[in-house]
Nanobody, 115 residues
Framework: QVQLVESGGGLVQAGGSLRLSCAAS????????MAWYRQAPGKQRESIAA???????SYADSVKGRFTISRDNAKSTVYLQMNNLKPEDTAVYYC?????????WGQGTQVTVSS
């Protein structure tokens, strides 16, 4: 079992920044890729960034150039630095550890961007 706990969400004005953290515990040896998803009201959950244990990253077009995913393997923590936030970034942000046949999920943290 793997436990994921997100933190760092909140309310920010458009153009501002936030950094989300995701602390992993439990059987973390099984985790290679870590990812951030988000779900806006009335919309499907979408993948926005991912990082492998080796540090390779990928981003959704909607956040590319504004968001940066990173990880500290020694602390078993993944970060999402979000800059130049827009009102359309408002969503619940989830940390996830995708695995074959499923995934572990955190509880989510709310990010609200005011215009």
């Amino acid at each position: 079992q793997v436990q994921l706990v997100e933190s760092g969400g909140g309310l920010v004005q458009a153009g501002g920044s936030l950094r989300l953290s995701c602390a992993a515990s439990g059987s973390i040896f099984s985790i290679n890729t870590m990812a951030w998803y988000r779900q806006a009201p009335g919309k499907q959950r979408e993948s926005i960034a991912a990082i492998t244990r080796g540090g390779s990253t990928s981003y959704a077009d909607s956040v590319k150039g504004r968001f940066t995913i990173s990880r500290d393997n020694a602390k078993s923590t993944v970060y999402l630095q979000m800059n130049n936030l827009k009102p359309e970034d408002t969503a619940v942000y989830y940390c996830a550890a995708p695995l074959p046949g499923g995934a572990y999920w955190g509880q989510g943290t709310q990010v609200t961007v005011s215009s």
